[in-house]
């Protein structure tokens, strides 16, 4: 059958959720200030050409595109994307990467869904050539954040406040995929989220685990109007949730234009206590396992969106993450990319981003003087022996058009 080319892709850091500094200051963490993209965008797109590099997953910093209700600054937004275009880069747009613009609050205003869907809109009018979007970037890491641990934006601590956030920014991805399709019928969505697992230590830690190995599921459950389970039903009712609020997504699901992107980390895989308390596990199953049970649940076609590891490590994680994906893609699961995250190293994601300490993260395929890192060699290298792989077209729709 005909297809299309395999994407090897990277991405330039987005973040920008608002923290609290030891002082009581809020502060906005910005990556792409942080990264110096501002300043050096153009050479940092004149990289990827060096890698090989078609695809980038890149978006606006939508905190300050989106400057209050129907208004917009798309200053760098109109320089950024118009030489992606003269560069040949297909952009996987990433519209929200974390945070909101501060005129809208944070994840519990309940506006945020119409407000980001007005947004969406307007984006896909300006860049009408563009197909590819990725609307909320990981919603449940967004979610549980910024409204369950209290580390970003609202900065809350419980179960109700991780509901109505989970909701609301779901809603948003959803809303958001509608108003882009208003404008590009033929539009795809590259859902980016974090693939969670729960091991339990101890007997008594198995029902905790079960129930967190449930609650993974959840942004994506919302998102592709899969049914919950009673456990999960009964959990967002009694945090919130209205049954209009969930039946909402069952009416308006358009997961037949999606694509379910799975990143995975290190830190992805957790250990749970009889105590109820969880910690980081390490890899213990793996990208494989983990993104198979993702598969096996919505039956969309894959795309490994994220993932890294800290410097010297790079080079055997890249060398692990791309076998899990050629193994799954050889045992019929319908993978259609792989993306090394992200093209620069970052800062201050060793501490989640919740300090503002300059702490340099060295994991990018070029350092922050823009020289070629050690993985970005072996990147370079990986994309130039596979660059040919084939996707078949039968495993989605996004292909007729590239």
Known sequence: MPG??????????????NIILPDGTIKRVDEMEKTGH????????????????EFLRY??????????????????TDDTFHAL??????????????????????????DFPYYFAEYARAFAQRFPYLQLYTPVNEIFIAAMFSAQYGWWNERLQSDRAFVTALKHIAKANVMAMHAILSVRPDATFIQSE?????????????????????????????TYGYPLTVAMYEYLLSNGMTKEEYQWFHENQIKARCVMGNDYYVTNE???HPDGSTQA?????????????YYKRYKLPIMHTETNIKMPACKEWLIKQWANVHRLKHDGVPVIGFTWYSLLHQVDWDSALRNDAGNVNELGLYDLDR????????????????????????YGLIFHNW
């Not at 299309?4 to 959720?17: D, V």
């Not at 978006?59 to 760098?76: A, E, I, K, L, V």
């Not at 101890?202 to 919302?222: G, I, M, T, Y």
Request: net charge negative; aromatic share 16%.
């Open 4 to 17: 299309t080319k395999f994407m090897f892709t990277t991405g330039i850091e987005n973040s920008y959720p």
């Open 38 to 53: 501002y300043k050096h965008w153009r050479t940092d797109f004149g990289l990827l050409d060096e890698m090989g590099i």
């Open 59 to 76: 978006g606006p910093p939508y905190f300050s595109t989106h400057t209050g209700p129907g208004q917009y600054n798309w200053d760098f």
């Open 85 to 110: 275009q003269e560069l040949n880069i297909t952009p996987i747009v990433d519209l929200c990467h974390f945070g909101v613009p501060d005129w809208m609050g944070d994840f519990q205003n309940p």
């Open 194 to 222: 974090s693939s969670e697992y729960f091991h339990a230590t101890d007997p008594e830690a198995v029902p905790l685990a079960r129930f967190l190995n449930q609650k993974r599921f959840l942004s994506l459950d919302l």
């Open 270 to 272: 957790h250990l749970v």
């Open 281 to 293: 596990s390490g890899e213990i199953f793996g990208y494989y396992v983990i993104t198979n049970q």
């Open 371 to 394: 020289k070629i890192t050690p993985v970005g060699e072996a990147y370079k290298q990986l994309i130039r022996s596979w660059k040919d792989i084939i996707v078949e077209e039968s």
